[in-house]
Structure formats: structure tokens, C-alpha cells
């Protein structure tokens, strides 16, 4: 296929007007008084949707250029990956990445050297994130947690304050999830269950590929402490489970590549759903972590150094659970079926070994070595007597429910960063109170200089659109923004009224909005650094490629 090639500023010109379409479109949405977008269904005669969720125009737009498209994809994917991360904050990322992009091809075209204004740009957005760190505040109460989560979920309050709840509930180490529920309204659940952070081996045990996710029901449970290196060695707890009409999480050392195709073609065909982890912890401790699960599953862990092999497995090693969320990074195991008295048991002793470490003799051993193992123990401890709380997102049809389970998602997400690194002043104040940390900065030359100060006029990029969509004048806002040094004095635009923004709830987690800096930065600077572009030429003939032979064997339409 042929391929146009250009070069220079024409190529920035084009792929900064994709951004201008992308941030136009995003940016009405930005803000309490956000206005919607409506996107036609891309099935005929559907009716339309109308949303005021940027993540999910930004999804929608799309140009009819080349060049303009690539530079939409780059934006809407660093859009995603800021959602993805921290729960919120794609809209202010879009709308900062085209301010950001459009002074520095200003800059460019000017003759500056597009490495020292990137440069200084780096350096700006680091004293950004310092600043933002240091005027942020704790976010533990539930009052401002569900503040936080609100805004994340689009202003839903009832959203904020079940994501609130069910913080309070698992408590500190707790665990949160989220799964379809049965009834109109939303419910919480507190159940027991344990969490690590090891995801699929392979992304195509994925059950849900829009939250990319694989999940099972009522599974058995296989716990493992060696490697899997082959898939026979599967088959007689795969026999067992098939003959019992149920799924399996497969939980070994490591599962070799050679053992991966058997699994996932019987899952892929619903001969015998499966899922195939890492098991939690690591070096010697890992046995202890294995022998929790399946006390809290009531399994039978198959460990070699007990004797046993993989291939004399027996219902009776098989622990069972209500449900298994498995994600890129992480597992969850929910409702475990163990002896209440087996697991009461390992909690004591790990909390007794706990004990000796911390009332122990100092000048006995390696003082590292019994920090990294009194972390091990307090881990799980926590995983053994902590609770899961599960939302259970209710709703009038699948379509409805699957929409909220999107949102509560974010708004989770949105919220445990908060708990974690704190909050600063929401509606873009925060990020206008940081241009102070700019004041001062300077770079190694005129050129970074001058990434500094892009950086620097960027920052007043979401008060202005926020403003625009509230019907204020930006300017005058602003000013007033100025009589006053308190981080967190500003308007909110849903009343109109200045004052502490802290206690009206108008907050933003401070890793929502260095993720957004960040990212933005990074963006816009690889798009406005671009110097040659090289993009597909679409054929005239319609049936340019197709293969008649292959269309048959594939069932290929040819009109697609």
C-alpha cells in the first residue's frame, strides 16, 4: 500500500488541528456545569447518546484526515491510560495536552530548539507535582471521600456515598469491588477474601473485555507451590472440576507458555472456563501466603515439600469460592469457603510471630531482615482478618447496570487515590495555585525558559473552560482568585459562591491531577516534536486486498 510522507511544520499543523477537534469536543464537558454531547449510535436506527462523560466522547470523535486522526489517537490514549490509573481526569488532560501543544508549535515555528523546550517543560511539570504535593490535604472521612467520588462519577451523589460506605467498611487494607447486581438500586456486601497483585497470564482469559477483566463463579480452586510446565499435568484437576459441571482458578508458582494453549482454548470454547495466576508472595514466604488461601478457600494446598504431586489431586485439595476477579495486575478472591476455626488459627499464629519480631530481642539478627519479615506477616495478617466489601451495582436493564458499574469504577478508583496522596482545591484552582512553583524556576537557557513558561500559562487552561461551560467570566474569576493565598479558597460553580472549597466538597485527588500534568507534558511534547509523518494511502479500488479463497474460508464480507 502506498504511503504519504510529510514533513516540517505542516505535519504539527494537522495533527495539533486533531487536537483542537478532540479538546473542543471533550473540554464542554469539563466542570459541574458541563454541557452534553450527543454521539449517534453507530447502529442504524438506535436513538443517540447524550453524555456529558469525557472519556467517553473522546472515545466517540473521530476526523476525517489522515493526520489529524493520528494525532486524536495519541491524545485519546493518553486520555485513557490517565482514567485507567487514577479514576478520573481524562477531560483536564485533553484540555491542557492542546494548550500545552499549541504554544509549543508557537514556539517551534518561532526557531527554538524543540529539545530544550521540551526539556524545560519536564522541568516545570516536576516542580508542579512537588507543589501540588505539598499543599495537598489528607482525604480519610468519609464526608470527603464521597465528595471525591461524586465528582469522579459524573455528580452522582448516590454514587459517592456507596463508594464511601464501602471504603469505610473494608477499612484500612481493605478491599473494594465491584460486580452486576440483581435488584434497581445499588447494595454492599461484606464478605471475606484475600487479594494479591498478580494478574492472567494471558489476556485472552479476559470474560470482559471492556473492563478487561476475567471473572468466574462459584470456582474451585487449585493451589500449587511448583511450576507448570506442561498442560498434562492439568488434566486430572481439570477432569475433576469438568465432571462436577464447575470453573477453575488455576493458582501455581508460574504456569511455562507450553501449558497456557490447553487452558485457554478449553476456556475460549466454555468447554471448562479457567484462570491461570501467579500465586501471592514471594521467596520463602510464599508457602505461608499459599497455606492462607487454602485455609481460606478450605482447599488443600498441593506442596512438594509435603510429599504431594499435582498428578494425585483429589476433590478434597480443591478449595471453593462465590467469585474470582482477576485483572491485568491483581487477583481477588471472594467468599472463600474455609473453616472459620482453620483460618481464626493461621490469623493467631501469624500474629503471635508478629509479636515475638516486634518484642524480640534487637541486637538478635538482621534488623532489614526482620523488617521485611514483620511486613510479610502484618500483610497477612491483613489479608486473613480483613474484610471485602463488594457493590453490587443495581439498575432496569444489563445496558444500565453495565454503564453504573463503569462509573462506580471510576469513582472507586477516584477515591482510594484520594485516601492514598491526599486532595488539593478542585475545579482547576488547585493547578492555577501551583504556577507559584514556576515563579521562580529557570532552565539552562532562553529555550527552556520558554518551556517553563508554557507550561506555566497552561495551568489556567481548566478554570477558563470550566468558567466558559458555568456562563462566568474566566477573567474576573480570576482575579478574584488572586486577592486571596489560601490553597483552597475559590468559586464553586455550582452555587456561584467563593469560600473554602475544601468544606464544599469541590476537591480533586492530587494523583488525578498530576496524572493529568504528566501525561499531558509527555503528549504534547511528542506530538509537537514530530518532524516527519508517515501515513496510509487509501486505495480507489473498494476490493483493494480482498482474497476470495479467504473470504470463503472466513465467512468475510466484503462490503465491511
Known amino acids: 500500500m502506498a504511503r504519504n510522507i510529510r514533513f516540517g511544520d505542516p505535519v504539527r499543523k494537522k495533527l495539533l488541528d486533531g487536537v483542537d477537534v478532540l479538546a473542543n469536543a471533550v473540554g464542554v464537558t469539563l466542570g459541574p456545569c458541563g454541557r452534553n454531547v450527543v454521539i449517534e449510535h453507530r447502529a442504524s436506527g438506535l436513538p443517540p447518546v447524550a453524555t456529558k462523560d469525557g472519556a467517553t466522547v473522546a472515545q466517540a470523535v473521530e476526523a476525517a484526515g489522515r493526520m489529524e486522526s493520528v494525532g486524536i489517537t495519541l ?4 486520555a485513557t491510560t490517565v482514567a485507567k490509573e487514577a479514576g478520573d481526569g481524562s477531560t483536564t488532560s485533553v484540555v491542557l495536552t492542546h494548550r500545552v501543544a499549541a504554544e509549543t508549535r508557537k514556539a ?5 530548539n524543540p529539545r530544550d523546550v521540551s526539556l524545560g517543560m519536564e522541568r516545570a511539570a516536576r516542580a508542579v507535582e512537588a507543589d501540588l504535593l505539598r499543599r495537598s490535604r489528607r482525604c480519610d472521612d468519609r464526608r470527603s471521600l464521597a465528595h471525591v467520588a461524586t465528582l469522579a462519577a459524573g455528580g452522582d451523589e448516590g454514587i459517592g456515598e456507596i463508594v464511601a460506605e464501602a471504603l469505610e467498611i473494608a477499612g484500612d487494607g481493605g478491599v473494594v469491588d465491584v460486580e452486576l447486581g440483581n435488584g434497581v438500586t445499588d447494595e454492599i456486601e461484606s464478605v471475606e477474601g484475600m487479594h494479591w497483585e498478580q494478574g492472567y497470564r494471558s489476556p485472552y482469559f479476559m470474560t470482559d473485555s471492556a473492563r478487561k477483566i476475567a471473572e468466574l463463579e462459584n470456582p474451585y480452586i487449585l493451589i500449587y507451590d511448583r511450576v507448570i510446565n506442561e498442560f498434562s499435568e492439568l488434566v486430572p484437576a481439570l477432569e475433576l472440576v469438568r465432571r462436577r459441571g464447575g470453573s477453575l482458578l488455576v493458582v501455581a508458582e508460574n504456569i511455562a507458555e507450553e501449558a497456557l494453549p490447553g487452558l485457554l482454548l478449553n476456556h475460549i470454547r466454555k468447554n471448562l472456563c479457567s484462570i491461570a495466576v501467579k500465586g501471592p508472595g514471594y521467596g520463602d514466604s ?36 462465590r467469585r474470582v476477579v482477576v485483572r491485568e495486575d491483581d487477583t481477588l478472591v471472594i467468599g472463600g469457603e474455609g473453616d472459620a476455626a482453620v483460618i481464626a488459627d493461621r490469623l493467631a499464629s501469624a500474629k503471635r510471630q508478629a509479636d515475638w519480631i516486634v518484642e524480640g530481642d534487637g541486637s538478635k539478627g538482621s534488623p532489614s531482615g526482620k523488617r521485611h519479615e514483620l511486613q510479610n506477616l502484618q500483610t497477612r495478617i491483613k489479608a486473613l482478618s480483613g474484610r471485602m466489601a463488594t457493590i453490587r451495582a443495581g439498575g432496569l436493564s444489563d445496558i444500565v447496570i453495565k454503564e453504573r458499574m463503569q462509573r462506580i469504577e471510576n469513582a472507586l478508583n477516584s477515591a482510594r487515590s484520594a485516601q492514598n496522596d491526599g486532595v488539593v482545591a478542585g475545579g482547576g484552582v488547585g493547578l492555577y495555585r501551583a504556577r507559584a512553583a514556576l515563579a521562580e524556576l529557570r532552565g539552562d537557557n532562553l529555550d527552556q525558559d520558554h518551556g517553563v513558561a508554557i507550561v506555566r500559562a497552561a495551568l489556567d487552561e481548566p478554570i477558563r473552560r470550566i468558567a466558559a461551560n458555568a456562563g462566568v467570566d474566566a477573567d474576573e474569576f480570576l482575579f478574584e482568585l488572586r486577592r486571596s493565598n489560601d490553597d483552597f479558597w475559590g468559586m464553586d460553580m455550582r452555587s456561584g459562591a467563593c469560600g473554602d472549597l475544601f468544606a464544599a ?33 487509501p486505495p480507489s479500488d473498494p476490493t483493494f486486498g480482498f482474497d476470495a479463497r479467504r473470504a470463503a474460508e472466513t465467512r468475510e464480507d466484503p462490503r465491511a
Do not use: K, W
Open 75 to 78: 491524545v485519546r490514549q493518553m
Open 108 to 112: 517551534l515555528a518561532a526557531g527554538m
Open 286 to 321: 510464599r508457602y505461608e501466603y499459599l497455606l492462607d488461601l487454602a485455609a481460606l478457600t478450605g482447599g488443600r494446598a498441593i506442596m512438594e515439600a509435603f510429599g504431594e504431586d499435582i498428578s494425585n489431586v483429589t476433590i478434597e485439595h480443591l478449595g471453593r469460592a
Open 505 to 537: 466538597g469541590v476537591i480533586d485527588p492530587v494523583r488525578v491531577t498530576r496524572l493529568a500534568l504528566r501525561n499531558a507534558v509527555a503528549t504534547a511534547s511528542s506530538l509537537m516534536t514530530v518532524e516527519c509523518a508517515v501515513t496510509h494511502i
